[in-house]
């Protein structure tokens, strides 16, 4: 079963731009977490934000979570040509299993 | 280096071949997961395995076997593969608890004609 959904499917910006991507997921959490796939390569890890935090920032990458909402937004500033990529959220539907949406494919042009 | 990885990486194969995607983690991870990946569709998970010889069902698991006879080893095995089992493949593992990352390997491309 596919937990969290990530929206637009797709989103395509100019080098500098930021970017945003939304995910919404079904039922209560732990944690949301948010992964990045570079072209068929596996998945890395890219942020972690807990039930009970609101926003979280790591280096350009600023994640919300709404939990009243079950949604949560990745943005990341000053998009660059290597920020080229599809991203993940992923819950934590059990101990046992992360579930991921579909993915939002970014391309940031040149 | 911290990694999961998997062998092969590329594999065509004809239907009704039995093969096997090996995978190990040099982490010490408790559980191990497979997952295909499938255009439109995410990750889906096929089989998890929570500790040595502890494996279940995970969304997607027909058509595939695994066993977990050691910690560091998790291989995903496919008795009769059919062409609806093309897809990108990955492994992965992780620390108990729901406050920690996954790892992934870096996937096995299996085409069955």
């Known amino acids: 079963s596919q937990q969290g959904e990530e929206d637009p499917q797709a989103l395509s910006i100019q080098e500098g731009e930021n970017a945003t991507m939304n995910c919404s997921y079904k039922?209560?959490?732990?944690?949301l977490q948010w992964y990045r796939q570079n072209s068929g390569r596996g998945l890395v890890h890219l942020i972690l934000i807990r039930s009970n935090e609101r926003e979280k920032h790591s280096g350009r990458l600023r994640v919300t979570l709404d939990t009243s909402k079950k949604s949560s937004s990745l943005l990341i500033t000053a998009s660059r040509a290597a920020d080229t990529a599809s991203y993940f959220c992923?819950?934590?539907?059990?101990?046992?299993?992360?579930?991921f949406g579909a993915g939002t494919t970014v391309t940031v042009r040149a | 280096e911290a990694q999961v990885t998997q062998n092969p990486r590329y594999l065509i194969t004809v239907t009704g071949k039995k093969l096997t995607v090996t995978c190990s983690q040099n982490?010490?991870?408790?559980?191990m997961s497979w997952y295909r990946q499938d255009p439109g569709l995410g990750l889906r998970q096929i089989y998890y395995s929570m500790n040595v010889e502890v494996t279940d069902k995970g969304d997607v698991p027909e058509g595939y076997k695994v066993s977990r006879k050691e910690k560091r080893n998790f291989p995903l095995i496919l008795e009769s593969p059919s062409p609806n089992q093309t897809s990108l493949y990955f492994c992965?593992?992780?620390?108990?608890?729901?406050?920690?990352?996954?790892?992934f390997g870096p996937g096995t491309r299996l085409t069955v004609t």
């Open positions: 992965a593992s992780r620390t108990p608890g729901t406050n920690y990352e996954q790892y």
């Open positions: 039922t209560s959490i732990n944690n």
């Open positions: 992923a819950t934590d539907e059990y101990d046992y299993k992360l579930s």
């Open positions: 982490m010490n991870h408790e559980y």
